[in-house]
């Protein structure tokens, strides 16, 4: 598909530089060749987890001034709540790898570096 | 990300078998160390263990590092701290270090329980592995602070922290502050077992620095909103 079309864009993407109709269209300054990795982008924003917990747990410090036996439930409740919030993302990130039927970026990039765009012909 | 990769690569055998490296192909597998898991008879096991037995069977292994044991007196965390102590990879020195520091703990704590009267002689520790967890227990801080920038402007955000990080930073605390704040006179070692027996009752320098650390977090307390994991 794109070997078939190749000849065709090739031309006309030098067309678009040369001057034979009047000022180049481009004036590239750094090769058209194509990057060997995919940016990297994350979709959604996420929001920060756990602040209510965290908030409790604060709470309680600044009333026993920073004496740590007196908190300790509300510093385990902080701590589950952190490792179900770690658990979460991890399934959650690799769930939506799965399911978005796109390649992640990283993995879209590992992949590209193991075959690269040719840039010397030996 | 490893586990991803390692789920693309077919079944593989290597052609060169890596045995003193530490930088490995996802596709190995950590070994095991631990002897019960070697001396449980087939009907004991689950499902999942027997399918990962299975697997190890197929797949290549790491080679098992110098500092692992399988003996009942070693400890992952003593380990670590021993590591974190190492400069130019001195490893003998600092397992000394380490060896007399607990046995100076030991002396002080059996001084203490003979000196001490009879009806508080059950409340003191002896055991030196014990007060060394329990003050590196007593060192963890519950939140750090991150750098984050918001608005051209970076704000200290307190975040939650995972075990590794919280057990990495009690050690860092212990040894720097053993480093630097010790008289010209005092050996590594004596002034690391009375910074411990310190810790482990709630005192000293280095459980102050976690306080302090809870303090900034506390007045930062209004920009945990800045944080988006």
């Given at each position: 598909?794109?070997?078939?079309?190749?000849?065709?864009?090739?031309?006309?993407?030098?067309?678009?530089?040369?001057?034979?109709?009047?000022?180049?269209?481009?004036?590239?300054?750094?090769?058209?060749?194509?990057?060997?990795?995919?940016?990297?982008?994350?979709?959604?924003?996420?929001?920060?987890?756990?602040?209510?917990?965290?908030?409790?747990?604060?709470?309680?410090?600044?009333?026993?001034?920073?004496?740590d036996?007196?908190?300790?439930?509300?510093m385990?409740?902080f701590y589950?709540?952190v490792n179900?919030?770690q658990?979460?993302?991890?399934?959650?990130?690799?769930?939506?790898?799965?399911?978005?039927?796109?390649?992640?970026?990283?993995?879209?990039?590992?992949?590209?570096?193991?075959?690269?765009?040719?840039?010397?012909?030996? | 990300?490893?586990?991803?990769?390692?789920?693309?690569?077919?079944?593989?055998?290597?052609?060169?078998?890596?045995?003193?490296?530490?930088?490995?192909?996802?596709?190995?597998?950590?070994?095991?160390?631990?002897?019960?898991?070697?001396?449980?008879?087939?009907?004991?096991?689950?499902?999942?263990?027997?399918?990962?037995?299975?697997?190890?069977?197929?797949?290549?292994?790491?080679?098992?590092?110098?500092g692992v044991?399988?003996?009942?007196?070693s400890d992952p965390v003593l380990s670590k701290f021993i590591n974190m102590l190492m400069?130019?990879?001195?490893?003998?020195?600092a397992?000394?270090?380490v060896?007399?520091?607990?046995?100076?703990?030991?002396?002080?704590?059996?001084?203490?329980?003979?000196?001490?009267?009879?009806?508080?002689?059950?409340?003191?520790?002896?055991?030196?592995y014990t007060i060394f967890h329990q003050a590196l227990e007593n060192c963890k801080p519950v939140v750090g602070l991150?750098?984050?920038?918001?608005?051209?402007?970076?704000?200290?955000?307190?975040i939650p922290l995972t075990d590794n990080r919280r057990r990495y930073l009690a050690m860092k605390w212990m040894i720097t502050e053993c480093?630097?704040?010790?008289?010209?006179?005092?050996?590594?070692?004596?002034?690391l077992?009375?910074e411990l027996?310190?810790a482990s009752?709630?005192?000293?320098?280095v459980i102050?620095k976690k306080?302090?650390l809870h303090?900034?977090?506390?007045?930062?307390?209004?920009?945990?909103?800045?944080?988006?994991?």
């Amino acid at each position: 598909m794109a070997a078939q079309g190749g000849v065709v864009f090739q031309e006309k993407v030098s067309r678009l530089l040369s001057r034979q109709d009047g000022k180049p269209a481009l004036k590239p300054n750094r090769p058209l060749v194509l990057r060997d990795a995919v940016a990297n982008r994350k979709l959604k924003k996420g929001e920060a987890t756990c602040i209510t917990e965290m908030s409790v747990m604060m709470a309680c410090w600044k009333q026993n001034n920073f004496v740590d036996g007196l908190c300790s439930s509300e510093m385990n409740a902080f701590y589950t709540c952190v490792n179900k919030a770690q658990a979460a993302m991890k399934n959650k990130s690799e769930q939506s790898s799965l399911q978005g039927g796109r390649l992640h970026p990283k993995q879209a990039t590992a992949l590209l570096r193991r075959y690269p765009n040719l840039r010397t012909e030996i | 990300m490893a586990a991803s990769i390692s789920g693309l690569l077919k079944p593989w055998t290597p052609r060169v078998f890596l045995v003193r490296w530490s930088r490995y192909n996802p596709y190995y597998l950590e070994p095991e160390v631990r002897k019960e898991a070697y001396s449980t008879p087939e009907t004991e096991l689950s499902a999942e263990e027997k399918a990962q037995r299975e697997l190890k069977a197929l797949r290549p292994i790491k080679a098992a590092t110098i500092g692992v044991n399988s003996s009942v007196f070693s400890d992952p965390v003593l380990s670590k701290f021993i590591n974190m102590l190492m400069t130019d990879g001195n490893k003998v020195l600092a397992r000394e270090i380490v060896t007399q520091t607990l046995e100076s703990i030991k002396r002080k704590q059996v001084e203490k329980y003979h000196k001490a009267p009879e009806g508080k002689e059950e409340e003191i520790e002896c055991n030196p592995y014990t007060i060394f967890h329990q003050a590196l227990e007593n060192c963890k801080p519950v939140v750090g602070l991150a750098s984050i920038q918001k608005g051209g402007k970076y704000y200290q955000v307190p975040i939650p922290l995972t075990d590794n990080r919280r057990r990495y930073l009690a050690m860092k605390w212990m040894i720097t502050e053993c480093r630097d704040n010790r008289h010209r006179r005092t050996h590594m070692y004596e002034k690391l077992s009375q910074e411990l027996l310190a810790a482990s009752v709630k005192e000293g320098n280095v459980i102050k620095k976690k306080f302090e650390l809870h303090k900034m977090a506390e007045a930062n307390r209004a920009y945990a909103h800045y944080r988006w994991w």
